[in-house]
């Protein structure tokens, strides 16, 4: 009896063995950086048509953690609200001998935010820039009430913060008493609650808040960031969002970044609040 157990045994086992094969594991893409811009990459990673064995990692951090993850190897895709600096892409050409693709992927308006109840209702750019750096501390100085101007910033890893700082305080530091937030929607919720402050932000983020009409100078039109105002580039403070790649796509990437800069998926850009790259 024995031996004829032991005849047998293996053919039972070679009938069992082929039951355990594992499942190939799914592609993964990972997209990582600006926060501005973590809503509209979850939209388009949600929305992709071709999702069959693939998965998105999306995670926030700011632009310049973003594009230190791209330089480092620790993400595939940069999302970035700024361009890359040139001593980034030093550091990418020296560690990949290739200086970095950058794909514009959207447009976005950087709004200035104060609460509903502000009487003030536009600024220049002149004005914007005194109050962050702190020249200008109360409301009356630009025709509101007498209050103390409260002021909310975004982290300086934050494109959005290096964007507003180079473009609207040029380049002059935020006043000491700027409250820094981790995130555009954490500034909005602070702003909402409080009627004497006042922030920036992407303009897809405008909830409970009202966004300024903004002059370049004294006697120009002030304008709200609206789309037709910052595809037009009559609204001063408009920008670029960005995917960065340390080498050029193919695959599973390409179709997905080909999608994204396409109808379909600037339609996508649209509906969450943001602008496309152009017209189609």
Request: aromatic share 10%; charged share 20%.
């Given at each position: 009896?024995?031996d004829?157990l032991r005849r047998?045994?293996?053919?039972v086992?070679?009938?069992?063995?082929p039951?355990?094969?594992?499942?190939?594991a799914?592609?993964r893409?990972?997209?990582?950086?600006?926060?501005?811009?973590?809503i509209?990459?979850?939209?388009?990673?949600?929305?992709?048509?071709?999702?069959?064995g693939l998965?998105f990692?999306?995670?926030g951090?700011g632009?310049?953690t973003g594009?230190?993850?791209l330089?480092?190897?620790?993400?595939?895709i940069?999302?970035?609200?700024?361009?890359?600096k040139?001593a980034?892409?030093?550091q990418?050409?020296e560690k990949y001998?290739y200086?970095?693709m950058?794909?514009?992927?959207a447009r976005?308006?950087?709004a200035v935010?104060?609460?509903?109840?502000?009487?003030?209702?536009q600024?220049?750019i002149?004005q914007?820039?005194?109050?962050?750096?702190?020249?200008?501390?109360?409301?009356?100085?630009?025709?509101?009430?007498?209050?103390p101007i409260?002021l909310?910033?975004?982290?300086?890893?934050?494109?959005t913060y290096?964007?507003?700082k180079?473009?609207?305080l040029?380049?002059?530091?935020?006043?000491?008493e700027?409250q820094?937030?981790?995130?555009?929607?954490?500034?909005?919720?602070a702003?909402?609650k409080d009627?004497?402050a006042?922030?920036?932000?992407?303009a897809?983020?405008?909830?409970?808040?009202?966004p300024?009409?903004?002059?370049?100078e004294?006697?120009?039109?002030?304008?709200t960031?609206?789309?037709?105002?910052?595809?037009?580039?009559?609204?001063p403070i408009?920008?670029?969002?960005y995917?960065?790649?340390?080498?050029r796509p193919?695959?599973?990437?390409?179709?997905?970044?080909?999608?994204?800069i396409?109808?379909?998926?600037?339609k996508?850009v649209k509906?969450v609040?943001y602008?496309p790259?152009?017209?189609?």
């Open positions: 009896m024995f004829a047998f045994a293996p053919v086992l070679l009938m069992i063995l039951t355990f094969v594992a499942a190939s799914p592609e893409i990972t997209i990582k950086g600006s926060d501005t811009m973590v509209l990459v979850q939209r388009w990673t949600e929305l992709y048509p071709n999702k069959k998965e990692q999306v995670t951090g632009s310049g594009i230190a993850a330089i480092n190897g620790t993400t595939d940069c999302s970035s609200s700024r361009p890359i040139p980034e892409v030093r990418l050409k001998q200086r970095g950058e794909v514009r992927v976005d308006g950087l935010y104060v609460h509903k109840n502000n009487s003030v209702k600024l220049t002149e914007i820039r005194l109050i962050f750096t702190g020249q200008v501390r109360n409301w009356k100085d630009v025709g509101g009430a007498d209050k409260i909310y910033s975004r982290e300086n890893n934050s494109g290096e964007f507003f180079e473009h609207v040029l380049k002059q530091d935020f006043a000491a700027a820094h937030m981790a995130g555009t929607a954490a500034l909005i919720n702003v909402s009627p004497n006042i922030g920036f932000g992407g897809a983020y405008a909830a409970n808040v009202r300024l009409g903004v002059a370049k004294k006697g120009s039109a002030y304008v960031p609206t789309e037709a105002s910052i595809l037009s580039g009559e609204y408009s920008r670029f969002l995917f960065y790649l340390n080498e193919k695959g599973t990437e390409k179709a997905f970044i080909d999608w994204v396409s109808p379909a998926g600037q996508v509906d609040g602008y790259i152009k017209k189609f």
